[in-house]
Every structure is written in structure tokens, then in C-alpha cells.
């Protein structure tokens, strides 16, 4: 007949026990410590601008979108100036008139949600671009620029939902003409997931060198989305489509 467990033989069962308990305590504890949440989202863009107010970030924007587009030459494809209010001048919006009757008014947008960006080749009178000749693939170079412009802005620049970029004149002529107006509607699907998705080339193409699928993006992107520009009424930007991009 087996004899019953000793009072030391009892206290050793019940430090094991004690100990098994403990060890699987902490290592439940080790367990929930390395288990990890949910993963922050990746950053929208590599660059973003440091400056907090809405007119400062469209200028720091202007700038780091702009030097990093090149001509062949390797000089600065076009200088990015900032318009609209932001530039001390009288903004007053932007407006869309018909495309059979430009005295009927379409579509309107308020200043202070609308940013105004000047695309300025190296003829400073005209802003027109004097190296090599326009071309369709310097167009697209130029919009993708656009579109970066309007990427960046809407992210960044808030509480800005519309982008008017105006593109230079071809050489030869004296007056800005060819717009690109962008919404924040136009772009939701890009602004939801981080900039290279979009544009994944991370040097910026010289005319000629865009990949075909960010080729095919930017023609997605920016195709319904040209304007010729009118002229300006009470403050207020007049935009017509269709517009036809020369540059």
C-alpha cells in the first residue's frame, strides 16, 4: 500500500507547481510583449515640407517639385511660382465656364481652397521654355510635374482641394494659355497610398525617358483634366475646356 505524500514531499509538489504556473505566466507575458499591433502605415512621401502655415508649405512645395525636373541639358526643365493669393495678389477663385458658351458659368471654386502654381521656362518675359522644341513627350514631362504639384499640395497644403497649374506658352507666343485643373475628387484614389505608387519613377523623367506605366498614369490622370485659360473677370480665374497643350 503506497504511503501518502510527506509534509517536505507535499511542499516540493506544491513549489513545482508554483513555478510551472509562474513560468507560464511570464511566458504569456513575453508571448503579448512580442506580439506586435498593427503596422503604421508607411509614409505618403520620402519629402515633406517642415513650414506650418498653408502659404509657406505651397512655396517650400513649388521648390522641391521644381528643381527636381531636368531638360536633357541638365538644366531646370521650369521654375515653379506660387500665384494666387499666396502670391499677395487679389485672388478671388476659379471659375469654369461652359465649353459651347464661356458666359455661362459651369462649375466655381473659393480662394481659399484653391492653390495657383505658374509652371515659367527660362524666358523670364513670357515663361515660355528657349531649349529644344516642344514635343509630346516634353508635355507629358511637364504634366507629370503638374501632377506632382497637385499630389504634394493636396496631401500637404491643407485645407487646399483644387490646384490650378498654368503650363508655359510655346516659344513664340506672349500669354499663358494651357491650364491643368485638378480637384481633390480627381485624385482621391492617388492620395490614399504613398506618392511612388503613383508616380514610381523616384528621379523625376527627362522628356522622352517616362516609363510607359507612369506614362499611362499621368495620361489617366491628366487628360479630362485640361483648361484653356480665358483671362481674368472681378479677380476671378476663367477656365474653359477643351484646352489644347502646345507646349
Not at 84 to 104: E, H, L, M, T, Y
Not at 136 to 162: F, G, Q
Amino acid at each position: 500500500m503506497a504511503r501518502g505524500l510527506g509534509t517536505r514531499a507535499r511542499f516540493a509538489v506544491a513549489y513545482l507547481l508554483l513555478g510551472a504556473a509562474v513560468g507560464i505566466a511570464v511566458g504569456g507575458a513575453i508571448v503579448l510583449v512580442n506580439r506586435t499591433g498593427p503596422q503604421p502605415a508607411p509614409p505618403w512621401s520620402s519629402w515633406q515640407p517642415t513650414t506650418s502655415s498653408t502659404s509657406s508649405r505651397e512655396f517650400e512645395i513649388a521648390q522641391h517639385v521644381g528643381r527636381s525636373y531636368k531638360l536633357p541639358t541638365g538644366d531646370q526643365l521650369v521654375g515653379v511660382k506660387v500665384g494666387g493669393s499666396r502670391n499677395g495678389n487679389d485672388f478671388g477663385g476659379v471659375a469654369i465656364v461652359k465649353p459651347n458658351d464661356p458666359r455661362s458659368l459651369d462649375k466655381s471654386f473659393k480662394p481659399e481652397n484653391t492653390a495657383v502654381f505658374i509652371l515659367c521656362g527660362d524666358n523670364a518675359a513670357t515663361c515660355a521654355i528657349t531649349q529644344g522644341s516642344p514635343s509630346v513627350a516634353r508635355a507629358t514631362v511637364l504634366r507629370r510635374e503638374a501632377l506632382e504639384l497637385a499630389l504634394y499640395t493636396m496631401e500637404y497644403a491643407h485645407p487646399v482641394d483644387n490646384v490650378l497649374i498654368f503650363f508655359p506658352p510655346a516659344n513664340g507666343q506672349k500669354k499663358l494659355s494651357s491650364t491643368l485643373f485638378l480637384s481633390r475628387d480627381d485624385l482621391s484614389g492617388s492620395l490614399k497610398h504613398p506618392l511612388r505608387r503613383t508616380l514610381p519613377q523616384t528621379t523625376p523623367p527627362v522628356p522622352g525617358k517616362i516609363v510607359p506605366r507612369e506614362e499611362k498614369t499621368v495620361n489617366d490622370l491628366t487628360a479630362s483634366a485640361l483648361y484653356h485659360y480665358l483671362g481674368i473677370a472681378q479677380n476671378v480665374i476663367v477656365i474653359q475646356q477643351p484646352a489644347t497643350n502646345s507646349t
